[in-house]
């Protein structure tokens, strides 16, 4: 039984309902930090990553305001797999070192256990940084319905978004612990809380995979 507080991945496909899931951790006063916000971070103006994006794409990839055009940067990668990996070859690092600093501060605290949440736990390497992962699973008609509404694309849009992601039967062969979010919001709070009990006690927990 390990004296430090553990740390749990949170990750799954995209309108899984990662934050969600967190959130419902975070009644239980359970704290975490998500890779996308630390993503955001990082290309923010004055950090050292925005600079190189806008050595190598010009000044178009910014708002007039010197933020980064999100969009913008969005069509080039989904488009071109050579540009996709050359900017996480620049992220990724950074990302993952914010990261750890923002989980060493959760081991460091009196925390019974600490979420990182991020939807490249595995595709990223940061499933280094955590002791255990908890995959958030949906049915894939679900999450194409989600991703739709929620981003304002049409279906096939939705459909091509969810297809260049991890299928999801490989996210749910690396999982440790599911947790189903389907709809069924009582479901989801109960879950929660049986998991919340199993976490702060990790000495009765199944092995990790």
């Not at 990553?49 to 980064?68: N, P, V």
């Not at 990996?85 to 605290?109: M, N």
Request: proline share 6%; aromatic share 4%; glycine share 8%.
């Amino acid at each position: 039984m390990t004296s430090r507080p553990l740390i749990i991945g949170v990750t799954g496909g995209i309108a899984s309902g990662k934050s969600t899931v967190a959130r419902a951790f975070a009644r239980y006063g359970i704290p975490w930090v998500d890779a996308d916000d630390i993503a955001r971070d990082i290309v923010a103006p004055g950090e050292p990553a925005l600079d190189e994006i806008r050595r190598r794409h010009g000044a178009d990839i910014l708002l007039e305001d010197g933020s980064l055009d999100r969009r913008a940067l969005r069509d080039i990668i989904f488009a071109d797999e050579a540009e996709r990996r050359w900017l996480e070859s620049v992220t990724h690092p950074r990302i993952r070192a914010r990261l750890g600093e923002r989980l060493a501060s959760f081991r460091q605290g009196d925390v019974p256990y600490g979420l990182l949440v991020s939807p490249l736990l595995f595709e990223s390497g940061q499933r280094e940084l955590v002791d255990r992962c908890l995959v958030i699973d949906v049915p894939e008609s679900l999450q194409i319905e989600r991703t739709a509404r929620r981003d304002g694309v049409d279906e096939a849009q939705a459909r091509a978004i969810v297809a260049a992601q991890m299928p999801r039967d490989e996210r749910l062969s690396r999982a440790d612990d599911i947790l189903t979010n389907d709809g069924n919001e009582q479901h989801l709070a109960d879950r929660v809380a049986e998991l919340d009990r199993q976490y702060r006690t990790p000495g009765g927990l199944p092995p990790t995979r």
